[in-house]
């Protein structure tokens, strides 16, 4: 595991050094993302090790989450590489892939955690671009010091729970989660935390945005579940139903408010933004519930979530790009555009994509827990779709005489892999499910140890 | 418990400095005496490392100021952050101070082995730098902030039973970056400022 990291993290300063050399930076990074995906894939399974007395394990779901986000951070990198030149991007990509593998195979809570909060920092150089012109610097700042807060907040709660004694009153524990809980909710733009990815959205370059939102939001998110079984934390949480309420009512805050602002969004990057955290919402419920087709359905929501985002964040930087000052149409772009609105059928969990075992997990459950909160979470569904097929209206408002493939189409061509993968994982569903299944099987061990 | 003074006295001078170059030999001194309490588990490996990542944090905002004059005034954020600080550092104490019974003895010079010295002193800097951070205009403060707090952090997962040189490596490299992170944002914001 090790050495794929240095692997990442050599590439990652060799890349920073000669930048400037698209052709050369370009190579070395897909040529390191793709080594590093045939490694973890060519891993036996259960293969586990430790680096300075810190244990690290290859886990079914750590070896899918592997393949899937570096799988889309190897199409962003190609997206930036031919269509949109950012130099930073990188030795950003790279260094985020390396912290993702950090967090997808350490098992201690801590390592993990301080891992995710490097692969969270590093992309604040890639947020700012000619900041005379927009408010990127300080959108890059506020996400920051949202990460900050977050990390330390988190890292605090872990370290205090790792060393009081289990005797201690309830109290201090309901405490201690609490914290872990916003911390991680800051770190994922939950609503009421939302307010930096709000700027970021309309902000910040879409490659970045895609970067942050298709493979750092999810990392975090699966980052959460692992420190939950890892920590000890989770029979707490069991006896204290405070906890879980906070869990659920984050849940149905994120759901219903991404949606209700994804659907008065007029911009196609906010719509997508606030579409993900609907999404993250549905599976903070799906967690909550703690029940094996909830974590099972939250986990699928957030994968595919972030291949959705990348799809819909790449094809509205194109379509953005095109359009110049004008509205984005698909009639500067009319693959970006195709590729925005197959986005979206992802974005809703629509059938046969591998995006609906998800939605309809997590909602089954939450229509057994509560009618109402099941009725909110398809209300929260239908906003999103609400919302997705107003940007798809709004960008085929004008249709050409003759319809034209745009130059360099490479925002479609990554849409149509993602698309391509996004069917192939719902005809054949057990491939990207079992994994996940395995997942929750040891959550749920450790939610009732013996 | 001469140590816990100092740490007060160098965050006190860190933020209320109005130069980025004055905050951030201040953040030195308060990075090198939270690493030196202390509490019967200290390593010398983990000093060093913990000193090296307060160092290069400090010389990274050092810097970043570019000349002697830069920085951000903080007015009335000093008398808030030390207010709030004060508070939560014997809130936090009080309510997360593990129930072990244990007799609490410190001194002036030796080592505490109860580790309360190196409790105060992490909940000290986690409340300075959460009130830094949440009064900050830009990124000058912010940073000070993330890095007060980041070294209250690791002070607390000293107490953490585990691989202690692994993470005091990864937690060392978490300050580097939160540093580079936060110098590279302290020279935007001056850019766009200037523009």
Known sequence: MIEVIALLVVAALFAFVVRKRLAVVGTVTLAALAAAIIVVVLLPADASGDVLELPWRMTELGRLATVVLLGTLCLLVLAVWIDEPAYNFFPTALAVAAAVIAVLMLTTPIAIYAALVVGLLVPVGSFTFQVNRNRSAEAAYRHFSFVALGGCLGITALALSASLGRDQPPATFVLLVVILVVAFALKLAAIPFHTHAALLASEVPASALALYFGVLVPTTFIAFAQILVLSGLLPAIVQIGKVQDLLLTLGLASALGGAFLATGSTELRRVAVYSVIANLGQSLVGIATLSGPGIIGAMAIALVSGMAATQQLLAAGTLERRAGADRPSATTAPLAALAFVVGGFAMIGAPPLVAFPGHFFVELIAYSYSGWMGTALVVATLGVLVAQLRAAMAIFRTAPDRWRVERKPIAGIVGAAVFAVLLIGGVQPDGFLQPIAAFADEFLRALHPL | MLLLAIVAVATLAANSARQLRYTAV??????????????????????????????????????????????????????????????????????????????????????????????????????????????????????????????????????????????????????????????????????????
């Open chain 2, 26 to 195: 201040a953040f030195f001194g308060v990075a090198l005496a939270a690493h030196l309490i202390d509490d019967g588990s200290l390593a010398a490996a983990h000093i060093m490392i913990s000193a090296c990542a307060g160092l290069v944090a400090a010389a990274v905002l050092f810097v970043a100021a570019r000349d002697g004059r830069f920085g951000e005034d903080p007015g009335w954020r000093l008398w808030i952050a030390t207010v709030v600080a004060a508070a939560t550092t014997a809130a936090a104490f009080a309510f997360l101070r593990p129930a072990t019974g244990d007799e609490i003895n410190t001194n002036l010079l030796g080592p505490d082995p109860s580790g309360v010295t190196t409790e105060v002193a992490a909940f000290w800097l986690l409340s300075s730098g959460i009130a830094i951070l949440l009064t900050a205009r830009g990124a000058v403060r912010g940073s000070l902030g993330a890095l007060l707090m980041l070294t209250g952090t690791q002070l607390l997962v000293r107490l953490v039973p585990g691989p202690q040189l692994a993470l005091t490596l990864l937690l060392s490299w978490l300050q580097v970056v939160v540093a580079l992170a936060g110098a590279f944002l302290i020279v935007n914001q001056r850019a766009a400022r200037e523009a």
